[in-house]
């Protein structure tokens, strides 16, 4: 049985946001004032667009309306995505970063910025921007030695996709 909150809310919610076609990420009670706000993030492979968004806070809401979960006093549910510079707990969060770049805080006190180019259940091929007119290098970066990775967000940068589309026009 749980015993924290946060525990109870994921055991009740998980499988509504299962259902809906994405991962329950984190949830997060806090206190603002006097009023409780409920966080929820939720996220999946192919992300999650307001439509989707809106879906499953009102799937939740039905389902927290007709339990005690959140207890007798008012909350605030809010529901949104991991945002443009997640950090990457999980292994499908690594799967996600997949051609992002990610700044990289490595067990021995290095950082590092490379981005994530495959993943596999040991760790990741990574390739290190070159600097000064250097060629990018490839690195292999094992979840052990990962104290904390978080994806970096890259203005100006065209997105695979549209270098293919370029290419065959």
């Known amino acids: 049985?749980?015993?924290?909150?946060s525990e109870r809310l994921r055991e009740l919610l998980e499988p509504l946001v299962n259902s809906q076609g994405l991962d329950l990420d984190e949830i997060a009670v806090d206190s603002v004032g006097r009023k409780r706000v409920l966080r929820v993030v939720v996220d999946s492979d192919t992300g999650a667009d307001l439509d989707r968004i809106a879906d499953v806070s009102r799937a939740l809401s039905a389902?927290?309306?007709?339990?005690?979960?959140?207890?007798?006093?008012?909350?605030?549910?809010?529901?949104?995505?991991?945002?443009?510079?997640?950090?990457?707990t999980e292994h499908r969060h690594y799967v996600r970063a997949t051609d992002r770049l990610v700044k990289f805080q490595l067990a021995e006190g290095d950082e590092l910025v490379a981005r994530i180019l495959k993943v596999d259940d040991e760790g990741v091929d990574a390739e290190v921007p070159g600097v000064k007119g250097r060629k990018a290098t490839a690195r292999r970066i094992a979840f052990?030695?990962?104290v904390r990775a978080r994806v970096q967000v890259e203005f100006g940068r065209k997105d695979n996709k549209d270098n293919k589309k370029e290419e065959e026009a």
């Open 1 to 5: 049985m749980s015993t924290t909150q």
């Open 63 to 88: 389902k927290l309306d007709e339990t005690d979960a959140m207890g007798e006093g008012e909350y605030t549910l809010e529901v949104g995505t991991p945002g443009a510079e997640r950090p990457l």
């Open 144 to 146: 052990d030695d990962i």
